[in-house]
Every structure is written in C-alpha cells, then in structure tokens.
C-alpha cells in the first residue's frame, strides 16, 4: 500500500518523518486523524518499529476507535489506539500483582457515592449539584497532580473560582481519598496515579515495560493534563521516541486541568525536533475558514506564537449567516424551522448540530424542534451500548452467530433483528422510536465492516460490536445533533447552528480573566470550524418570549456581524396559493398553502408515490423520510411536476434528491394523469 498517495506536502512530511521527537501542529479539518495513522503504519512499513512496540493516546473512546478502524484499513490492526486511562487500566492489570500484590483494585465507575459520604461527614451540602461540583473539584486537583493538603495553596496560585467554599473541598477531598482507600478502590484518576507509581518506584517493571512499547504518539496534546504528562514521561523513561499532535488554537478544557504548555514548549524541550504544521483545511469553505480564521486573529497570550492560519481546499460555499432575535423562543423556532427546511432539502439530520455554550440552552431547542417533528439527539446522553434494545439486539446476534446462519451479512443482521423490533416501517416519534433507531443504527455497523471485510460474517460483527462497546464507539443516529460546544469537539457537520452568542453566555459571566476569556474565544473558533458547508450564528436579546431586550451580542462578533442586523421575527415569506393567506409553517412552504385549504392531491398518485418511498427505502435500507418527507410527497401529489425544473421548484428538492429519484417521481406522476 502506497501511504503517501493522496497527501499534501505537510501530511507527507509529517508522515516521513524519523521517529522521534515530532510535533505536528494541526489545525481544524487539516486531516490529523489521516496523518497519524499514515504516520504509524509507515513506522511499521518502514521497519522503525514493529506493531507491538507503538502506543496511542488519545482522550476519547471515540477518538481511539476511529484511529483503531483506520490503522486496521492500513494493514496495522495489531497497533495499541486507546485513551489514557485505558491505558493504564490494561498495564496496572498486568503489574499490580507483581508490584504490589494481589489482585487490582476494583475501580469506581461512579465516585458520588463515595464523595457524598465525605461531604456529609465534613457537614458540607449532600444535594446532587454539590456533590457533582466536589467531585469535579477533585479531579481538577487529582489531574493537576495537587493532593488536599496543597489545594488550597494551589486554589489561590491559580486564581480559581471553587463552586464550593475551598476550605470544605479540602475536608471532603481528604476524606473521599481516605474511604476510597480503606475500601480498597480506585478512581479513574488513580489509574494514571498508580501506574505512574509503578513506573517511577519499580525499575524491573519500568524496564519490561519500556522494553515492550519504545514508540509513542500522543493526539490532542493540547490537552493534556500534568497528571497525563507525568505518565507518558513514565512511559518514555528518558526516551524520546515521541510524536504528539495538537493545536493550541483549540485548548478548551483548562478548567479541568488541561493545559498547552507543553505543546507550546515541546521544540524547547526537545531542540533537535521535526515541527510540522499541517493548514490546508479540507473540510470547511473558504467562507467559514476566513471566518474562523478572522476570530483566533485576535487571540492573545502565549498561544498565539503557533497560532495556525487555515488556508481553504474546497470551493466556495454560502456565506455565514449572522441573525438576531428578540427573544430564544423566537430563535429556537426559526432554527428548527431552518434546520427542517434543511432536511427537505437533502442535508441528512445527522448533517446538522445545534451548539451552545451551556447545556441548560438545549431546553428551548428540544421544544422547537419537537414541534417542527425534526428529529434530534443530544450528544452526551445515554451510553449507545447501555441501552437495553442495544444489550437485547446483540445477544440475539451471538445466537444467530452460533447457528452460522449461510445468509449474506447485512440481510442476516435484518432478519435477526425484526423480532427485537427493527420492522419495516419505523414506528411514530417516542421511545419505541428511538429503539428503532438504535437497532438500525446496528444495521449501519453492519454495512460499513461488509464494505471493509466483504468476507465478514456474523461472528466478525459481533466481535467488532464487542470492541466498540468496550470503547464506547456508538455509530451515528437519525437525528440533528444538539450539543454543548465542548462536547462538539473532535466532531463536524455539514450545516451547523451557533446559537446564543451573547456577552454572558459566550463568554460566559464567570470568564474575567484576559486567560479565562480568551478561553472562551477559543470555544467560538472550535464551534465555527465544526461546520463543512453551511454556518449559521444567532442571538437573542431576550431569555423570554416578550421579554425586556436587555442583552447585547457577544464581543466577539465585533467586526464579524453586520453593526446593524435587523431583529428576525422569524415570519416566512410566502402566500398561499389557493387563498393568498401568508404561509408560517415548513409544511406549508412546501406545499404552496396553507392548512386551512383543502388538498388538490390525487389519492391514488399519493398511495403510489408512497409505495415506491417504502420500495425505495427499503433497498437503500434507510428510513422512509431520508428519501422524500410525507410533506414533500404530499406536495408532488399536489403540483404533479413534469419535468426536472418543476421538481426543483418544490422547496425541499434540490440537486442531489433530483438525480436520485427524480425520473422515478416524474414517471410516476406521468402514469398517473
């Protein structure tokens, strides 16, 4: 295999480069993901380092999945991808009992319980939001290698601004550590405590580990932790077979301990490394490039000295819109509105996200999109294989793997998961929905290893759903993205919505700091650069439908959004063309009237469009809406469209859905005069 086919001139350097010290700074849509895993297998192809000597870190069960899935593309399966903890999860397995004896210490899955009991013997709050901001303050100080007796010392070092009253954090703190070792527990952040430990105190274990792995590479190493990096320094033990890959313009977790410094001092530290900087953004238009581009221009601190500058691949797309709105309600519905109007058109709801600065801004968005039967997910929700459809599905798929069913795999996976409830039609919007959705999610996993492994059979998919359950990979669900823009990082869209960009919320109140503050501006880069094609940015003056107009748009679209955007009243142009009433609702748009206005629709065109929707669907195996809407076909039935032009003149039919099914739809139509 050819591995430096297809790459431009940074990817390859990066790729060619010899194996340590090397630092690639990589910005937003440049193609990391591709550049490292290129990088490790030329490691192996190139006889650097056998597959069994190279580990990689990244920071999400995502992340190593993905990195996991492309290596075994390449022809390096054997290679370790993992995340930290999991790393040293797997090594404390193997070492603990020779260094310290006995079996491992169970880890804790949840520390409340835990936390909760210290917080009520140290008479501080037991309700859960207390319990959540104690819990987060010690895994700050456990990440930032700070025990109890020093957080406070370290609280004012820092400048922070503890939920709680610091002195009760360092109660609790000492009294969650002393319980959790009496029970003999270990916390996630002890993973990487202990194996440090290990490493650093035991030389014949240091010595068979470092005789195992002697090749590291370390993604989004603008991220990591003290704690983290005193790890990999464990690891490296002097050693400087060490590639990492970062980008300080998209550091965003420094209230959990995270930290650039040592991305911005990696060519200090090692003076003979090879620095790569990859720009070339294949993933956005140049108009979101510039537009991102223009935002981190005016960052501050020590960032900025390897500030990236993204230079646009693809071609030109829309401008980015830039909205204000009296009130969120008002903001909410013109967003669903527009995301519908999105996916009449062609854009997959997975295409599109919908990203805040604050969880608690997902309310208004859930409401509006429900009452425009948009569907939507929230990113961070139930665990995909915690679900119990998922836990039901795939035991029913080890069954039929142990019957060696002789059926094609994607038809076997179908057949196995109808009595788990994957039928035909996907049932109404709720809960037996969203099962539907996960079961054919299931299907998707499927499809994507018979296209990589024609061979595979159910035994294959089932050892692969195994490793993605082990990692928490979840495939991707029908639905628009609604997400914090922390929990967006790492991911893309085709359109994107950022939403309630106003001073207080971006940056948020509690930013006062020039460091805290260009934090958040950090934030509105990663949101911006989230987005392939489309980008919309909008405000609300109020929190409250009718409410007084006192919010301003946040600063940092000064000299970004026109000084004077009109006030949206989210009020769709379009008559009716029956009654030549005003239209306000998606379905009406698309229809060319409104509800009050009986149908012109032939019932026997609307029964035959519908049969070949579900034949259609059916064969692509997706659901039926992914093909055309109920709204759309309603609206076919009504104006009987003859040619492609009249078929374009539907809203909610572009390019792409005409040269799928165009000739069909019009075949039909003709057929039925």
Same mark, same amino acid.
């Given at each position: 295999?050819?591995?430096? #086919?297809?790459?431009?001139?940074? +990817? !390859?350097?990066?790729?060619?480069? @010899?194996?340590?010290?090397?630092?690639?700074?990589?910005?937003?849509? $440049?193609?990391? =993901?591709?550049?490292?895993?290129? !990088?490790?297998?030329?490691?192996?192809?190139?006889?650097?380092?056998?597959?069994?000597?190279?580990?990689?870190?990244?920071?999400?069960?995502?992340a190593a999945g993905e990195m996991r899935l492309r290596l075994r593309n390449l022809g390096v399966p054997g290679v370790q991808a993992r995340t930290f903890h999991s790393a040293a999860l797997k090594q404390l397995k193997y070492f603990w009992p020779k260094a310290v004896g006995g079996q491992l210490w169970p880890v804790l899955e949840h520390k409340l319980r835990l936390v909760a009991m210290a917080a009520k013997r140290a008479g501080a709050g037991t309700d859960a939001a207390t319990l959540r901001d104690l819990a987060s303050e010690i895994e700050w100080a456990k990440a930032s290698l700070i025990g109890p007796d020093d957080y406070l010392a370290a609280v004012a070092r820092h400048h922070r601004d503890t939920p709680v009253a610091a002195a009760t954090v360092v109660k609790v703190f000492g009294g969650y550590e002393r319980a959790k070792n009496e029970a003999e527990q270990l916390d996630f952040d002890d993973l990487l405590l202990q194996t440090c430990a290990i490493l650093e105190s035991d030389e014949d274990v240091a010595r068979e580990f470092r005789s195992r792995y002697r090749c590291f590479v370390v993604d989004e190493y603008q991220d990591v932790t003290p704690l983290q990096q005193r790890m990999l320094d464990a690891w490296l033990g002097g050693r400087d077979q060490l590639t990492v890959v970062g980008d300080a313009n998209q550091t965003i977790y420094s209230f959990a301990g995270a930290s650039p410094a040592n991305l911005l001092d990696f060519d200090r530290r090692y003076p003979h490394a090879t620095v790569v900087r990859l720009e070339r953004d294949y993933r956005s238009t140049p108009q979101v490039v510039t537009l991102a581009n223009r935002i981190i221009a005016g960052a501050q601190g020590k960032a900025a000295r390897l500030r990236l500058k993204l230079v646009a691949v693809l071609p030109d797309g829309p401008a980015a819109s830039f909205d204000e709105y009296p009130d969120e309600p008002a903001e909410a519905r013109a967003v669903a509105q527009k995301a519908s109007i999105l996916i009449q058109g062609g854009t997959p709801p997975s295409g599109i996200a919908i990203l805040y600065r604050i969880n608690a801004q997902s309310e208004v968005y859930e409401k509006a999109l429900s009452d425009a039967s948009v569907p939507y997910v929230i990113r961070g929700g139930e665990r995909f294989f915690a679900r119990p459809e998922v836990r039901k599905a795939i035991i029913a798929l080890r069954q039929g793997a142990n019957l060696n069913v002789d059926v094609p795999l994607v038809p076997a996976v179908r057949q196995l998961l109808n009595p788990v409830g994957l039928t035909e039609e996907p049932p109404p919007a709720g809960a037996l929905r969203d099962q539907w959705d996960s079961l054919l999610a299931l299907v998707g996993v499927a499809e994507e290893l018979a296209d990589a492994t024609p061979d595979a059979t159910l035994a294959t998919l089932?050892?692969?759903?195994? +490793?993605?359950?082990?990692? +928490?990979?979840?495939? /991707?669900? &029908?639905?628009?993205?609604?997400?914090?823009?922390?929990?967006?990082?790492?991911?893309?869209?085709?359109?994107?919505?950022?939403?309630?960009? /106003?001073?207080?919320?971006?940056?948020?109140?509690?930013?006062?700091?020039?460091?805290?503050?260009?934090?958040?501006?950090?934030?509105?880069?990663?949101?911006?650069?989230?987005? !392939? $094609?489309?980008?919309?940015?909008?405000?609300?003056?109020?929190? =409250?439908?009718?409410?007084?107009?006192?919010?301003?748009?946040?600063?940092?679209? =000064?000299?970004?959004?026109?000084?004077?955007?009109?006030?949206?009243?989210?009020?769709?142009?379009?008559?009716?063309?029956?009654?030549?009433?005003?239209?306000?609702?998606?379905?009406?748009?698309?229809?060319?009237?409104?509800?009050?206005?009986?149908?012109?629709?032939?019932? &026997?065109?609307?029964? #035959?469009?519908?049969?070949?929707?579900?034949?259609?669907?059916?064969?692509?195996?997706? @659901?039926?809406?992914?093909?055309?809407?109920?709204a759309t076909l309603l609206a076919i039935a009504e104006r009987r469209p003859t040619d492609d032009a009249a078929l374009l003149a539907i809203p909610g039919i572009g390019r792409t859905k005409l040269d799928a099914y165009g000739a069909d739809v019009i075949g039909i139509v003709s057929a039925t005069r």
């Amino acid at each position: 295999m050819d591995l430096l #086919a297809g790459l431009d001139d940074g +990817q !390859r350097a990066a790729v060619l480069a @010899p194996s340590g010290p090397v630092c690639v700074l990589a910005g937003a849509g $440049t193609g990391k =993901t591709r550049t490292i895993t290129h !990088r490790i297998a030329h490691l192996v192809q190139d006889g650097s380092h056998p597959v069994s000597e190279i580990l990689a870190v990244t920071f999400t069960t995502r992340a190593a999945g993905e990195m996991r899935l492309r290596l075994r593309n390449l022809g390096v399966p054997g290679v370790q991808a993992r995340t930290f903890h999991s790393a040293a999860l797997k090594q404390l397995k193997y070492f603990w009992p020779k260094a310290v004896g006995g079996q491992l210490w169970p880890v804790l899955e949840h520390k409340l319980r835990l936390v909760a009991m210290a917080a009520k013997r140290a008479g501080a709050g037991t309700d859960a939001a207390t319990l959540r901001d104690l819990a987060s303050e010690i895994e700050w100080a456990k990440a930032s290698l700070i025990g109890p007796d020093d957080y406070l010392a370290a609280v004012a070092r820092h400048h922070r601004d503890t939920p709680v009253a610091a002195a009760t954090v360092v109660k609790v703190f000492g009294g969650y550590e002393r319980a959790k070792n009496e029970a003999e527990q270990l916390d996630f952040d002890d993973l990487l405590l202990q194996t440090c430990a290990i490493l650093e105190s035991d030389e014949d274990v240091a010595r068979e580990f470092r005789s195992r792995y002697r090749c590291f590479v370390v993604d989004e190493y603008q991220d990591v932790t003290p704690l983290q990096q005193r790890m990999l320094d464990a690891w490296l033990g002097g050693r400087d077979q060490l590639t990492v890959v970062g980008d300080a313009n998209q550091t965003i977790y420094s209230f959990a301990g995270a930290s650039p410094a040592n991305l911005l001092d990696f060519d200090r530290r090692y003076p003979h490394a090879t620095v790569v900087r990859l720009e070339r953004d294949y993933r956005s238009t140049p108009q979101v490039v510039t537009l991102a581009n223009r935002i981190i221009a005016g960052a501050q601190g020590k960032a900025a000295r390897l500030r990236l500058k993204l230079v646009a691949v693809l071609p030109d797309g829309p401008a980015a819109s830039f909205d204000e709105y009296p009130d969120e309600p008002a903001e909410a519905r013109a967003v669903a509105q527009k995301a519908s109007i999105l996916i009449q058109g062609g854009t997959p709801p997975s295409g599109i996200a919908i990203l805040y600065r604050i969880n608690a801004q997902s309310e208004v968005y859930e409401k509006a999109l429900s009452d425009a039967s948009v569907p939507y997910v929230i990113r961070g929700g139930e665990r995909f294989f915690a679900r119990p459809e998922v836990r039901k599905a795939i035991i029913a798929l080890r069954q039929g793997a142990n019957l060696n069913v002789d059926v094609p795999l994607v038809p076997a996976v179908r057949q196995l998961l109808n009595p788990v409830g994957l039928t035909e039609e996907p049932p109404p919007a709720g809960a037996l929905r969203d099962q539907w959705d996960s079961l054919l999610a299931l299907v998707g996993v499927a499809e994507e290893l018979a296209d990589a492994t024609p061979d595979a059979t159910l035994a294959t998919l089932v050892a692969e759903l195994d +490793q993605r359950s082990d990692a +928490q990979h979840a495939p /991707t669900v &029908e639905g628009v993205t609604l997400a914090s823009l922390h929990a967006a990082k790492g991911l893309e869209w085709d359109a994107v919505f950022l939403v309630g960009l /106003t001073d207080g919320t971006l940056p948020i109140q509690h930013a006062e700091t020039p460091d805290e503050v260009e934090e958040e501006r950090r934030l509105f880069y990663v949101g911006v650069t989230r987005a !392939r $094609t489309r980008l919309a940015i909008s405000w609300a003056l109020s929190r =409250t439908e009718g409410g007084r107009r006192g919010r301003k748009r946040s600063r940092f679209l =000064t000299g970004l959004a026109p000084e004077s955007a009109p006030v949206s009243r989210n009020r769709p142009a379009g008559r009716c063309r029956m009654c030549g009433g005003p239209l306000s609702t998606p379905a009406e748009l698309k229809i060319g009237r409104c509800d009050n206005c009986p149908s012109t629709a032939d019932p &026997e065109l609307v029964d #035959a469009l519908r049969d070949w929707r579900k034949t259609t669907s059916s064969q692509a195996s997706v @659901p039926a809406y992914v093909v055309f809407s109920d709204a759309t076909l309603l609206a076919i039935a009504e104006r009987r469209p003859t040619d492609d032009a009249a078929l374009l003149a539907i809203p909610g039919i572009g390019r792409t859905k005409l040269d799928a099914y165009g000739a069909d739809v019009i075949g039909i139509v003709s057929a039925t005069r």
